[in-house]
């Protein structure tokens, strides 16, 4: 008996089986917007040049640490680091192969952006909607050029950018090798997931969770276990490449040295016991019941919408009560919006009610259900030999849903989520498509619906891109030898004083450590950090045997001076070093240092940035 869906039969298998359908032939109107995309890229590039990062926190060390690897030395063991060695040291070839400058790492960032934007747009023609594909890619370039951290350009990490694109390039590879039984795609992303967990771990382990389905699809796909061997044999190189650089970590000065000493991440660190929770938390990943709380009222919010799209668009009765129904809806939807608008504490409203929607903060929390249905679709569909449906939708989602698990509730078109929340774009506006009816109505009609699906998605992160990059307006130049960096005018002449302190003393043989951050001082200054640790940020120094290696490196040097910032750390509840932590190496710094004053006319507002020189104590005054 056929038991496979009929035309008139509008089962959930078929209406998710049309969801995703056949990939897309490249034509003029795909090329045309490959172009478009290129064409968004480098408008963003060329209007936000060198308007990115943050020279005080967490860039500094992705100038500098590849710097130090250019010129021979060591990672882990010449100086510490939180991530894999990957992007460092590709970073550092790159040093090598163009020079040590800025230019170096804002080429490689923005083409990792518009790589990643592309291989979006690519997914999305594979799983047959490229104007979804075009979405994403385009919500990836906006994010990508916000002048923060929190970019590609110049990031918080490289790891995290280079992570998003061979992510992208892994999704690409697992959704071909979802339909075809070729084995060279899962060789393929075998090796990228081995690659990624050198990279940034929470990307390599989305990788390998993502094949262990991979795997058992394609074994039940093929009615045969004897493909589960074979496949698991293409994931061999990747994890022969792991175990062999994870025994040269561990070579350099054994595995308390990598785990307890450079990669925070770790469970078992001394940053995760002290500030993991608050952490995670803070990136979205809370089960608390407060957190709950709020998505039962995002969903209901979320909810509310969908119900009204429902009645107008699927409902069919058309009487006298089931049109009093639908006004009642639109009312209460727009009574909510009125509400919400009035209530509102956001400079951004109209983004903040559009977001509600088109970029819920809960859009992976939806995207990991989705992940659970697709995952029943593509069961049934074997089940009742329905061969439409694309098993290409079931990866896409469990790959998304792992990999940005950790902001979970909390997913916002800026700041950690943009490495993150690509592949989730593109999964909840296909299935979001599930809105738009397709029966008895046109392809322009559906196309018109996706549109707007799509316009509204855009809209929200273009509005929140353009607020951010409005800060940016009043930045000024501050020029190096090793590149230029768009700041603010305060903080632009405090760092030239800073580099030019910093040139004078090494000109002297004299060391300078800064404290607690501001790594990029050491990269623009073209001087060297006096210890292995460069950044003393809540966390990273661990008391015990890496402080006092720390306080060895500073006396065995001797480090003559201290820049000692104003740089505060309120966002993991303990704000000031040396006083609400690294108690013990602030208590050593101010018992062998003295403050002689600001190393220029205090010009700054007290949340601007400056910087106190502290000069070593001579012994003879320290008695």
């Not at 967490?58 to 991530?83: C, I, N, Q």
């Not at 997931?193 to 050198?198: T, W």
């Not at 506006?429 to 322009?444: A, D, F, G, V």
């Amino acid at each position: 008996m056929d038991n496979s869906p009929t035309t008139n039969n509008r089962t959930p298998l078929k209406v998710l089986g049309e969801l995703v359908g056949p990939a897309i032939q490249w034509n003029r109107t795909t090329w045309i917007a490959l172009l478009a995309l290129v064409v968004l890229w480098a408008a963003k590039v060329y209007s936000t040049w060198a308007a990115w990062g943050n020279l005080t926190i967490d860039s500094g060390h992705e100038m500098y640490v590849p710097a130090l690897l250019a010129e021979g030395k060591t990672l882990y063991r010449d100086t510490w680091f939180m991530y894999g060695p990957i992007s460092p040291y590709f970073n550092a070839y790159l040093f090598r192969l163009f020079g040590i400058h800025l230019n170096v790492l804002y080429w490689a960032g923005s083409l990792s952006a518009l790589g990643s934007a592309v291989l979006l747009y690519v997914i999305g023609t594979r799983l047959s909607s490229w104007i979804v594909g075009w979405t994403a890619g385009a919500v990836l370039l906006l994010e990508s050029f916000q002048p923060s951290l929190f970019c590609f350009p110049l990031p918080y990490s490289f790891a995290s950018v280079y992570g998003c694109l061979l992510g992208c390039l892994f999704l690409l590879l697992t959704i071909r090798a979802a339909n075809s039984t070729n084995w060279w795609w899962m060789l393929g992303a075998g090796t990228l997931a081995g690659v990624e967990l050198l990279t940034k771990p929470e990307f390599g382990m989305a990788c390998y969770g993502t094949l262990a389905f991979l795997i058992v699809m394609r074994a039940l796909q093929q009615h045969s276990a004897k493909s589960i061997p074979k496949d698991v044999a293409a994931t061999l190189p990747g994890i022969a490449i792991c175990v062999s650089v994870i025994w040269w970590m561990v070579s350099l000065a054994g595995v308390e040295f990598i785990t307890q000493e450079n990669i925070v991440n770790w469970p078992t660190s001394y940053f995760m016991k002290t500030y993991g929770k608050m952490w995670l938390a803070k990136t979205g990943f809370a089960l608390t019941s407060e957190a709950l709380r709020n998505v039962f009222w995002h969903f209901l919010d979320f909810a509310m919408v969908l119900l009204l799209i429902y009645t107008l668009l699927w409902w069919k009765p058309k009487n006298r009560r089931a049109n009093l129904l639908r006004v009642f809806l639109v009312l209460m939807v727009i009574l909510f919006f009125v509400r919400a608008a009035v209530v509102s504490q956001s400079d951004s409203v109209k983004e903040d009610l559009l977001a509600t929607f088109f970029f819920p903060e809960d859009m992976t929390l939806y995207v990991c259900v989705g992940a659970l249905v697709a995952w029943w679709a593509w069961w049934a569909s074997r089940r009742n030999s329905y061969r439409d449906f694309n098993p290409g939708l079931p990866i896409l989602l469990t790959y998304s849903s792992l990999l940005a698990f950790r902001i979970l509730t909390l997913m916002l078109p800026g700041d950690y989520c943009i490495y993150y929340n690509g592949p989730v774009v593109l999964c909840f506006l296909l299935l979001l498509r599930l809105l738009i009816p397709r029966k008895r109505h046109s392809q322009r009609f559906i196309f018109l619906g996706e549109l707007l699906l799509c316009i509204g998605c855009l809209s929200v992160v273009a509005m929140y891109a353009s607020r951010e990059e409005a800060f940016a307006k009043q930045y000024v130049p501050l020029v190096t030898p090793r590149g230029t960096v768009m700041t603010g005018e305060t903080q632009r002449d405090n760092y030239l004083a800073a580099i030019q302190f910093m040139r004078e003393q090494a000109s002297h043989g004299k060391s300078v450590l800064s404290i607690p951050e501001d790594t990029s001082l050491y990269f623009l200054s073209e001087t060297y950090c006096p210890t292995r640790a460069y950044a003393f940020i809540p966390g990273i120094v661990a008391p015990g045997k890496m402080t006092d290696e720390v306080i060895r490196d500073i006396e065995r040097k001797p480090v003559d001076y201290l820049l000692w910032s104003n740089r505060t750390f309120f966002e993991f509840g303990v704000p000031i070093f040396g006083k609400h932590f690294d108690q013990r190496l602030g208590d050593y710094l101010r018992a062998h240092y003295r403050p002689i004053g600001h190393l220029r006319p205090l010009t700054a507002r007290y949340w601007e940035w400056t910087v106190v020189v502290w000069e070593r104590i001579p012994e003879k005054d320290s008695h």
